[in-house]
C-alpha cells in the first residue's frame, strides 16, 4: 500500500495563491488515481480535485473549479494542488487521498489510503 505526506498548507491573505504537494512512498505512485480533499471545523470532508492514472483525466468541485489545479508528476511520486484567488471559505485541513481506481472517485469511501493533512487559512 502507498503511504501518503501532505506539505504546503499555510497562511495566506485572500486573493492569494499556494501550492500543496502530496508525495507518495511505498509502491509504484503510476497506477493510483490521486484526491485532494478538504474539511472545514464542524463540517464533513469534501472532494476538491482529483487526478486519474490513465490519461491523467481531471476532475474539480464547482466552487473551485478555475481557480485550483491538480497535476501530478510520476518521476517524483508527488500530486500538487495549485490554488489561486483564494477566499476565506478555503480555509481547511487539506487531504490527499490515493486508490486504484480507473476514473476519478468523489467520494471519501472510494479512497483507501489517506495522508495526515495540511492546514490551509486565508485570511479576509
Known amino acids: 500500500q502507498v503511504q501518503l505526506v501532505e506539505s504546503g498548507g499555510g497562511l495566506v491573505q485572500a486573493g492569494g495563491s499556494l501550492r500543496l504537494s502530496c508525495t507518495a512512498s511505498?509502491?509504484?505512485?503510476?497506477?493510483?488515481?490521486l484526491g485532494w480533499f478538504r474539511q472545514a471545523p464542524g463540517k464533513e470532508r469534501e472532494f476538491v480535485a482529483g487526478?486519474?492514472?490513465?490519461?491523467?483525466?481531471?476532475d474539480y468541485a464547482s466552487s473551485v473549479k478555475g481557480r485550483f489545479t491538480i497535476s501530478r508528476d510520476n518521476a517524483k511520486n508527488t500530486v500538487y494542488l495549485q490554488m489561486n484567488s483564494l477566499k476565506p471559505e478555503d480555509t481547511a485541513v487539506y487531504y490527499c487521498?490515493?486508490?486504484?481506481?480507473?476514473?476519478?472517485?468523489?467520494?471519501?469511501?472510494?479512497?483507501?489510503?489517506w495522508g495526515q493533512g495540511t492546514q490551509v487559512t486565508v485570511s479576509s
Open positions: 511505498g509502491r509504484p505512485f503510476s497506477t493510483y488515481t
Open positions: 487526478i486519474s492514472w490513465l490519461l491523467g483525466r481531471t
Open positions: 487521498a490515493a486508490d486504484q481506481t480507473v476514473a476519478v472517485r468523489t467520494t471519501t469511501r472510494e479512497y483507501d489510503t
